[in-house]
């Protein structure tokens, strides 16, 4: 019995020594191990940004990577697919999730049923971080975190200074673009051009850093985003630029009677956002759009900074380093 009694002692003391606290973005104090090697996210950017961070830590995917996604991402590529909370009804399948026995799971805090979904992650026994991500400013959080849960500070800081770059760079052109007409844009989603997202979703962030100016007047409605528009409303604002999500839309929309009229179409200033390894913009809203930022600034004002090509070699090398071209 005294032996029992000891060893009973001794677990509960091995636990306390190998757990420690951590005050999550939404002031919840949570026990999480010394160690953790296996992380699981509720929601693809968040798992986008954990793979760039390390891939290794990535114990479950929310959807499976394409096949010119696979390259960058190491062996992330090979983790099973868990699923997610990520909108239009997704949830992960609890079972997979549970037996992949992660050492934390992550959880984006502002998402629609979030409440839901913390009692029914946290019911696992596993403990559960709600992680703030509804801004591309929310990056730099999420490194830091990821470099306080693994101890790796230096790759967190590495990450970190080329966001906050990034971030600040239209700021530092601010004066010039002043200088300058504004560049009115439609952001076209969908097959048929016919969805847009409103000032203040999280889908068009990329373009509040890059000096453009959204043609379209209209109030977010979900989260979701992908907003349905009229082609009157397109028409009536009449923008300068059309950058489009899908290819087969930009190459269509040359022949359609409607969307010739506008001025976009007429000077050829009709452009598909850059989808590798994941899209600039948005679906999802990763760290990718770190890279659309610069695409954007260099879009709408290509004097200002130079094109891409270079820049986007060194963002795969800092982001993707297990990436061989």
Known sequence: MRALSLLIILLIFTNIIEARTLTDDYGRVVNVPDTVTKIYSSSPSLTIALTAFDPSLVAGLNFPFKPDQKPYVGVAASRPVVGGYFGQGNTPNIEVLASLKPDVILMWGSATGAENQLKQLTALGIPVLMVRDDSINDLAGEFTLFGKLTGNTKRSHELIAYTKETLGLIQSLQNKVNARKDVRFYFAEGLDGMSSECEGSRHIEPFTYSGGKNAINCKVSSTYGMEKMSMEQIIL???????????????????????KM????????VLTVPNSPFNYISRPPSLARLM?????????????IAPIDQEKKRFEKLFFPYYKP
Not at 237 to 259: L, Q, R
Not at 262 to 269: D, F, N, Q, Y
């Open 292 to 304: 659309g930022i610069r695409w954007l600034i260099h879009t709408f004002y290509p004097d200002l």
């Open 262 to 269: 506008l001025r976009a179409v007429k000077t050829g200033h």
């Open 237 to 259: 604002a009449d923008p300068d630029m059309i950058i489009a999500m899908e290819p087969s839309f930009v190459e269509s929309i040359a022949t359609n009677p409607k969307w």
